[in-house]
């Protein structure tokens, strides 16, 4: 008799370690068996780059499952790194230049998130009363990004949010006192300054960031005189900064 009640502890107990086992295997396993398929990865990126998936591997860090796909575009060959499970991209690094592929589909080139898609990404970091100023594409040492300048209540903010992915990368706040003035002049009153010093028409008004300060860019040509000039403007308060002159 006393075997059998010893018996009934060690079975239940044996039982409930088999439970935890079984619970634990399902809890690690959980994202393994949510991942997105190779094929959904790869119409994922295609669609959104314009490209062609050229390798991809499935790996599982801490449980938890990515993919490490290598791609191929015209502007050459970019090794990207997503969530198995959102899609999420976590790491897009170029590789090399464009390397040829046997294929009946010849790959075309990145393409860039749009400006409305950019605008939106910024409007999600910044406060209702601030607004977008500019959003300018650039590319640089081999990297597409785009710049954007925000007017914000504590000054101007710049933003560099990556064009193929939409990550921002960095921001920066030009803060400014309460004695100078917050809002930007205008195009069309950097227009009339710079005809105050110019005489001609105005043919082109960029507004630029030259060593952190906004400024108006205005190209004025005198047809009579056949000169032109590049009048530089304080975007915030209308100074004139110089004049360059192309004869």
Same mark, same amino acid.
């Given at each position: 008799?006393?075997?059998?009640?010893?018996?009934?502890?060690?079975?239940?107990?044996?039982?409930?370690?088999?439970?935890?086992?079984? &619970?634990? &295997?399902?809890?690690?396993?959980?994202?393994?068996?949510?991942a997105l398929g190779?094929?959904?990865?790869?119409?994922?990126?295609?669609?959104? &780059?314009?490209?062609?998936?050229?390798?991809?591997?499935?790996?599982?860090?801490?449980?938890?499952?990515?993919?490490?796909?290598?791609?191929?575009?015209?502007?050459?060959?970019?090794?990207?790194?997503?969530?198995?499970?959102?899609?999420?991209?976590?790491?897009?690094?170029?590789?090399?230049?464009?390397?040829?592929?046997?294929?009946?589909?010849?790959?075309?080139?990145?393409?860039?998130?749009?400006?409305?898609?950019?605008?939106?990404?910024?409007?999600?970091?910044?406060?209702?009363?601030?607004?977008?100023?500019q959003i300018q594409?650039?590319?640089?040492?081999?990297?597409?990004?785009?710049?954007?300048?925000?007017?914000?209540?504590?000054?101007?903010?710049? &933003?560099?949010?990556?064009?193929?992915?939409?990550?921002?990368?960095?921001?920066?706040?030009?803060?400014?006192?309460?004695?100078?003035?917050?809002?930007?002049?205008?195009?069309?009153?950097?227009?009339?300054?710079?005809?105050?010093?110019?005489?001609?028409?105005?043919?082109?008004?960029?507004?630029?960031?030259?060593d952190g300060r906004?400024?108006?860019?205005?190209?004025?040509?005198?047809?009579?005189?056949?000169?032109?000039?590049?009048?530089?403007?304080?975007?915030?308060?209308?100074?004139?900064?110089?004049?360059?002159?192309?004869?």
């Open positions: 008799m006393k075997k059998n009640i010893l018996k009934y502890p060690l079975v239940l107990g044996i039982g409930m370690l088999m439970l935890l086992i079984i &619970f634990i &295997f399902i809890y690690l396993n959980r994202d393994v068996e949510a190779e094929d959904e990865i790869t119409e994922m990126i295609e669609e959104r &780059f314009s490209g062609q998936v050229i390798e991809m591997d499935k790996v599982s860090l801490n449980g938890h499952p990515y993919y490490d796909v290598e791609f191929q575009s015209s502007l050459g060959v970019y090794f990207i790194k997503l969530d198995g499970v959102s899609g999420m991209i976590h790491l897009f690094n170029k590789l090399s230049d464009r390397k040829v592929v046997s294929t009946d589909d010849p790959p075309h080139e990145l393409s860039p998130v749009s400006m409305e898609e950019i605008e939106g990404i910024i409007r999600e970091s910044i406060s209702p009363d601030s607004r977008i100023i594409y650039q590319e640089e040492d081999n990297r597409q990004i785009y710049v954007v300048h925000v007017e914000q209540p504590d000054g101007l903010g710049r &933003f560099e949010v990556d064009a193929l992915t939409g990550n921002v990368l960095l921001f920066a706040l030009d803060a400014r006192d309460g004695e100078g003035n917050s809002e930007v002049i205008g195009e069309l009153r950097a227009r009339e300054i710079a005809l105050s010093h110019v005489d001609g028409e105005v043919d082109d008004v960029d507004l630029e960031e030259r906004l400024i108006y860019e205005v190209e004025v040509e005198n047809d009579e005189t056949d000169k032109e000039a590049m009048v530089y403007i304080d975007a915030f308060t209308g100074e004139v900064l110089s004049i360059e002159w192309d004869d």
